[in-house]
């Protein structure tokens, strides 16, 4: 993931910045690597095009439902946006090999707690900071404890990415933190069965549910406070 940075998988040769530029640069070199022809394979300008997309989405909603304001609600908007880049990348990667790159998800908890925290601050509402460190050691905790009892179902890069997950959604509140939790359990639950019966080669042995996670995570965290209010309107609360 970090080195060594872009290269050919066939020839090894380093990537020109110039055929590095997400998406024009495959059509400019119409699938194919300048070096030696190997054929680029159209998941790249897909997955950058997808990115783009989930980066205008997450700008539209920070400018509809932003909690705070000024230089809180830009650092907010900076955090989201690598949220949201982190979450592709690592659902596809354990879409592909069934793991959560150590070197991808521990260096996330300095940086989402340093740009929460400085946002807690900046917008005066330093119980945003604590309620984040608390949710992420319960949700670490929830993870950990499924862990131990089934190993091979939970793994432990499934139990570090839910730290980071606990520290984005309960930054925004609890209602979020809940919401995210339990959507990843139902979401798994449900695409996991579905899956399963396709009964089609890799289906039947493992499912990656990282991806699951994420997505539960932001359902959460754009729809929590609606999904629990509704929740608790169907019970008379």
């Not at 050919?8 to 055929?19: E, F, G, K, S, V």
């Not at 793991?99 to 740009?115: G, K, N, Q």
């Not at 899956?195 to 042995?205: A, C, M, N, V």
Request: include cysteine; hydrophobic fraction near 55%.
């Amino acid at each position: 993931v970090v080195h060594p940075p872009s290269h050919c998988p066939r020839c090894t040769t380093p990537i020109a910045p110039r055929d590095n530029v997400p998406v024009l640069s495959w059509l400019a070199l119409r699938g194919r690597a300048r070096c030696c022809g190997e054929r680029i394979s159209v998941r790249y300008p897909l997955v950058e095009a997808g990115t783009a997309l989930a980066f205008a989405g997450v700008a539209l909603w920070w400018r509809r439902a932003c909690p705070v304001d000024g230089a809180a609600g830009v650092v907010l908007l900076v955090l989201l946006l690598g949220f949201a880049a982190l979450s592709i990348s690592l659902a596809l990667i354990d879409i592909d090999v069934f793991r959560l790159p150590w070197i991808m998800v521990a260096p996330s908890y300095p940086v989402v707690a340093v740009l929460l925290g400085a946002a807690a601050l900046l917008a005066r509402e330093p119980a945003r900071a604590v309620r984040m460190v608390v949710g992420a050691l319960a949700l670490w905790g929830l993870y950990r404890v499924l862990n131990l009892i089934r190993p091979d179902g939970m793994g432990m890069g499934d139990v570090r990415l839910a730290g980071v997950l606990g520290l984005v959604l309960a930054w925004f509140g609890w209602p979020e933190l809940l919401v995210g939790a339990f959507g990843g359990f139902l979401l798994g639950a449900v695409g996991g069965i579905a899956l399963t019966g396709l009964r089609r080669g890799w289906l039947k042995k493992q499912i990656p549910y990282g991806p699951w996670m994420l997505l539960g995570a932001w359902v959460g965290l754009l729809a929590g406070p609606g999904i629990a209010r509704a929740y608790l309107d169907t019970l008379g609360a």
